[in-house]
Nanobody, 121 residues
Framework: HVQLVESGGGSVQAGGSLTLSCTASGYSFSSCEMGWYRQAPGKERELVST???????NYADSVKGRFTISQDKSNNTLTLQMSSLKPEDTAMYYC????????????????WGQGTQVTVS
């Protein structure tokens, strides 16, 4: 079955950097759209960044120029490099995989990791 496990969260000062990793198992890493979401206290979960089945990348406006998503298909790892972190980046960050016929995020439902906390002060 599909499993996604995030790591790399922590507490940093504003302006600092963190790199989040998501290791996937149970499916072919190249077959599905992947992404990072986050949810801050009192707010709705929001999309941070996605990488499509063909490698097309999208970022939320709030993180453009600061975050970089990448994929290492050789070891089934999705990475989110975060720099110039701001207090508003504080959230639980979740790795997600798409589903459905084309394996798009939100195509049918997402597979989720357990989340990793990022706190910026």
């Amino acid at each position: 079955h599909v499993q996604l496990v995030e790591s790399g969260g922590g507490s940093v000062q504003a302006g600092g950097s963190l790199t989040l990793s998501c290791t996937a198992s149970g499916y072919s890493f190249s077959s599905c759209e992947m992404g990072w979401y986050r949810q801050a206290p009192g707010k709705e979960r929001e999309l941070v960044s996605t990488i499509s089945r063909t490698g097309t990348i999208n970022y939320a406006d709030s993180v453009k120029g600061r975050f970089t998503i990448s994929q290492d298909k050789s070891n089934n790892t999705l990475t989110l490099q975060m720099s110039s972190l701001k207090p508003e980046d504080t959230a639980m960050y979740y790795c997600a995989r798409g589903s459905g016929g084309y394996c798009y995020l939100e195509g049918a439902y997402n597979y989720w990791g357990q989340g990793t906390q990022v706190t910026v002060s």
